[in-house]
């Protein structure tokens, strides 16, 4: 008998997933973003407490903070952990919107519980965007900072941030190659210094960010608009 056309529940996690499993699985990931969990954890098993029964309801662990619109496209930006969709206000805040993560720079999480600070346009917020051991020398990579993509090229132990678009076609410059301080455009050829983000094309510059390593991680500087 038909079920009326109702289509059934994805499902990203097996049937009896638990509190442990969802903190295994997050965790790690959240880790290589500059975040851990709340210091504070009966606030934390609450919290995923709350998104396993989002995640028996809908079939995945949105966020328990946030309110679905029904368009999967827009609802994939809830889908916990959302760290990397919104990591320009949540470096701001120093933690995500419902507090479950915290950055690792934060001593007491209870101290950011309820709290949210919006930053006044102009601030400069350092963002965590990846640990040091996951970037090799001599490697470049995507990394998205709010609305900006950025290409977070290592030479050495030197860690640059350069606009990840390439002023020619629009090229992604974290697919291209990084010979010595140069990115190479993959598309055709283009070279750009990633120390400050010159190319010899005239007025094609790349606009560059300024960079930090501190305990493992590597932040990059923007400013908010
Ligand atoms: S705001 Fe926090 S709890 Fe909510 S989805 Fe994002 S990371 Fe998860
Ligand atoms: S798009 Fe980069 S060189 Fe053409």
Request: charge should be negative.
């Amino acid at each position: 008998m038909s079920d009326g056309g109702a289509r059934p529940v994805r499902r990203r996690f097996v049937e009896g997933t638990t509190i442990e499993d969802l903190k295994a699985y997050m965790g790690p990931f959240a880790a290589t973003l500059g975040y851990v969990f709340n210091t504070e954890t009966d606030f934390v098993d609450e919290v995923l407490r709350s998104e396993l029964e989002i995640l028996e309801a809908t079939g995945d662990v949105y966020c328990p903070c946030r309110v679905r619109t029904g368009d999967p496209k827009e609802d994939v930006r809830i889908i916990c952990p959302c760290i990397p969709f919104h990591a320009e206000q949540f470096a701001a805040i120093r933690k995500c919107w419902c507090g479950l993560f915290i950055r690792t720079d934060v001593e007491d999480g209870a101290d950011l519980l309820g709290v949210i600070e919006e930053p006044e346009p102009g601030a400069v917020i350092e963002v965590p965007v990846c640990r040091v051991a996951d970037l090799p020398p001599g490697c470049v990579r995507h990394v998205k900072l709010g609305r900006a993509d950025v290409a977070l090229a290592r030479v050495g132990d030197e860690f640059f941030a350069l606009s990840n678009v390439c002023r020619h076609a629009f090229a992604p410059l974290a697919d291209g190659v990084l010979e010595g301080y140069e990115v190479m455009c993959p598309w055709h050829g283009w070279r750009y210094d990633v120390r400050d983000g010159t190319t010899d094309h005239p007025d094609a510059d790349v606009r560059t960010y300024p960079v930090a390593v501190r305990d493992g991680l590597v932040f990059v500087s923007v400013t908010i608009r």
